[in-house]
């Protein structure tokens, strides 16, 4: 399972079900740990994936496990981090499965 750390804002709002989508910017370091997540890279939205998302780097920050997709995106919502006019994975979040 993948562990993404994420600031606490963004946290909050995916807690509460306010944020829908996180992003990370489309470059090879993320490219790599995505296609591992899902074994080949598929940008059709449909597999679901677990990621952890971290509020923090230590192992007793707090966690909220999420039911995810992965495609790509440019451009997102500037209110959930996004900027204008960069290319993106976005993960949609589907579900907040557990928390830590």
């Known amino acids: 399972m993948l562990t993404l750390p994420i600031k606490k804002k963004w946290f909050d709002m995916i807690l509460s079900g306010e944020k829908k ?3 990370r910017e489309k470059k090879p370091y993320y490219t790599s740990r995505f296609y591992n997540l899902v074994n080949v890279w598929r940008d059709d939205e449909t597999t679901v994936v677990p990621i952890l998302f971290r509020n923090g780097y230590s192992n007793n920050s707090p966690t909220i496990k999420c039911m995810v997709t992965i495609g790509e995106q440019y ?5 959930w981090g996004a900027e204008p006019n960069k290319e993106y994975y976005v993960l949609k979040i589907l579900s907040v499965e557990e928390v830590k």
């Open 21 to 23: 989508e996180e992003y």
């Open 75 to 79: 451009g997102g919502n500037t209110n």
